[in-house]
């Protein structure tokens, strides 16, 4: 079986607390890591050590992610690259239109999946086990499990109930 830790992922997303949280869902799984701030960086860095699968937001300043997909899908070098599409702007006038051009592409060289933010910790390490047909093992799919189900609970707190929390973890 292929292990996690053999394979690389690129993470292309403009903004920093987005990167961060898929690097760190990402990693946590036991796969590399790599990051991108852009279109034009995510393309060098793969020319330069092409990853197992990257991750492409659709928004970006600079160089679109469909951008990005037509010059991977250009390149008979890349054209093969598993991407996952992250994005925010599904179903907005901002996404619309790039998820047509997405729709577009010959179905084999189309985004293996699209994922709406927020995303999921365990959806997102489950669509990349799936494309690089990596097992994860059970203790970390137990602790990414754990992880949503914290996330959930501050998401769903109240103001108070969050400020106990704070001070809680500040006395131990």
């Known amino acids: 079986m292929v292990l996690a830790s053999e394979k690389k992922i690129l993470v292309v997303d403009d903004e920093p607390d987005v990167r961060n949280f898929l690097v760190t869902c990402i990693a946590d799984a036991g796969f590399q890591v790599e990051t991108a701030a852009n279109g034009e ?3 060098k860095k793969i020319e330069a050590n092409p990853p197992d699968l990257m991750t492409l937001d ?13 010059t991977l899908r250009e390149n008979p070098k890349f054209k093969d690259l598993p991407v996952i599409v992250i994005t925010a702007h599904a179903h907005d006038e901002f996404g619309r ?17 699209t994922l709406e933010k927020p995303v999921s910790p365990q959806k997102l390490v489950k669509a990349i086990c ?17 992880q949503e189900a914290v996330i959930r609970l501050v998401q769903s ?16």
């Open 157 to 172: 707190s109240d103001q108070e109930t969050l400020r106990k929390i704070k001070e809680m973890l500040a006395n131990r």
């Open 41 to 43: 960086e995510a393309l």
């Open 130 to 146: 799936d494309i690089l047909s990596v097992g994860i093992d059970q203790e970390k799919e137990q602790a990414a499990s754990d």
């Open 58 to 70: 659709m928004v970006m300043p600079r160089k679109s992610g469909i951008q990005v997909m037509r």
């Open 97 to 113: 239109e790039d998820l047509k051009s997405f729709n577009a592409f010959v179905s084999g060289n189309r985004p293996r999946y």
